[in-house]
């Protein structure tokens, strides 16, 4: 259930949902609630096995930008 999700308790979820299915908005809501830290792991631990290819590669990209990230 969409309205029972809770950012603290189901970040991981969320964030790789966003990550492979996000449009824009999903972009600036990872950008200021989930930290470069938290992206950069899920990208080095599972990143490859739960998104796409291209989707890996986009995001990959966008943690070595760390001045994006600041809140």
Known sequence: EFNQLDINQHQEFILK???EFGN???IRFILSEISLKDASQLLNTKGKSV?????????NKLVKHDELWRR
């Open 51 to 59: 998104l796409s290819h291209r989707n890996f590669l986009f995001w």
């Open 24 to 26: 824009i908005d999903a």
């Open 17 to 19: 949902r966003l990550m």
